[in-house]
């Protein structure tokens, strides 16, 4: 029995599949624009040339200067490339900061935005993006900074290291695990999100053994599209809140907290998603939160908070902070609780499965 439901979901225009960043220039024209502004870091303007190339005519100018967590000097570097140069449209390509830039261009200029995400973090299909200010990270959410169109294309994640390979992609599965049980699910993105656990599961495993493989890399790319719509469309709960204080306090990359803090979290909710942990189980095994945590011991990512410089006596104010940031559990949540889990995760223990 389907029982009633809202579903809402606002998306860029996706164009998926190997080789389909040659349709970047007829996208282009599609939408009446000429002069791009190219962005990317320093290293991907070499790995990505063939961005360059397909646009050809329609490049007006390059910014390659794209760096982690998007400070405002450089954002608005970009910002100033785009306007003086006179372009119409922004081109990103690489991961959630390079892309950043273009929601920030797209968010100021109203101008449309076309993201080539090379990692799996989801961010090109949100509205959401964050800028260093004094240090510290502003995020905002504006309907202009949505990307116009991504284009993913799994070759050009091809090169993309194994470790970031892991921690975005254990980011993506986040995503996809956290629509199971957020207040704002539905049939229609529980099983959207279980679809894209099982690509990203299957196809992390397999990147663990042959980070080149196109199959998986398509895999992962399609599993990290769903999670991106799915923040979109019924946003994020318990572990990304805990995870957004570990990246506040401590500089945690968000990569690498969902690679340790993600299977405690499951572990912890799987009693109020039964019907979820035995689909995930086909998938994974009998205990998916202990699959989760052999699997990102497999890909040589992070799972304790101590090896990523959380301070043991810290553990006591991130649970108290967590706990006051979570409003929205599948499970009853207190003090105590989040803070066994922390503990946990700090020491690189087994999740608690039943
Ligand atoms: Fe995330």
Redesign the pocket.
């Known amino acids: 029995m389907i029982p009633p439901f809202q579903f809402e979901c606002h998306s860029p225009t996706v164009l998926f599949g190997a080789g389909r960043v040659a349709d970047l220039a007829g996208r282009l024209d599609q939408i009446g624009k000429s002069r791009a502004l190219l962005v990317t870091t320093e290293g991907g303007a070499r790995r990505y040339r063939q961005v360059a190339e397909v646009l050809a005519s329609r490049l007006r100018a390059s910014f390659d200067r794209a760096v982690p967590h998007c400070p405002l000097e450089v954002a608005n570097a970009a910002l100033d490339a785009f306007r003086r140069r006179e372009c119409d449209a922004v081109v990103t390509v690489g991961g959630g900061s390079t892309i950043g830039l273009g929601k920030y261009i797209a968010a100021e200029t109203g101008a449309p935005h076309i993201a080539l995400p090379t990692t799996l973090?989801g961010s090109e299909m949100t509205p959401l993006f964050g800028v260093l200010v004094d240090g510290e990270k502003r995020t905002r959410r504006e309907p202009r900074a949505l990307a116009n169109t991504v284009i993913v294309d799994p070759v050009l994640a091809r090169s993309l290291p194994i470790r970031e390979t892991a921690t975005t992609g254990m980011?993506a599965l986040?995503?996809c695990i956290e629509a199971l049980y957020v207040p704002k699910r539905n049939p229609l993105t529980s099983q959207l999100a279980l679809t894209g656990i099982d690509m990203l599961y299957r196809a992390l495993r397999k990147l663990a053994d042959e980070p080149a493989d196109l199959e998986a890399r398509t895999e992962a790319a399609y599993g990290a599209t769903i999670g991106g719509l799915m923040?979109n469309s019924v946003g994020?709960g318990m572990h990304?809140r805990i995870?957004h204080i570990l990246g506040g306090r401590f500089e945690v990359p968000?990569g690498e907290s969902?690679c340790v803090v993600l299977p405690h979290v499951l572990a912890y909710n799987a009693s109020a998603i039964p019907e979820a942990c035995s689909m995930m189980a086909l998938v994974m095994g009998a205990h998916p939160a202990a699959a989760l945590q052999r699997l990102v011991r497999d890909l040589g990512a992070p799972v304790a908070l101590r090896e990523l410089g959380v301070p043991a006596d810290s553990i006591i104010a991130i649970a108290s902070e967590s706990f006051h940031h979570i409003d929205d559990n599948p499970l009853p949540v207190d003090e105590a609780a989040v803070l066994k889990l922390l503990q946990a995760a700090w020491a690189g223990q087994g999740p608690a499965v039943s």
């Open positions: 973090s980011n986040a995503h923040i994020i990304h995870c968000h969902n």
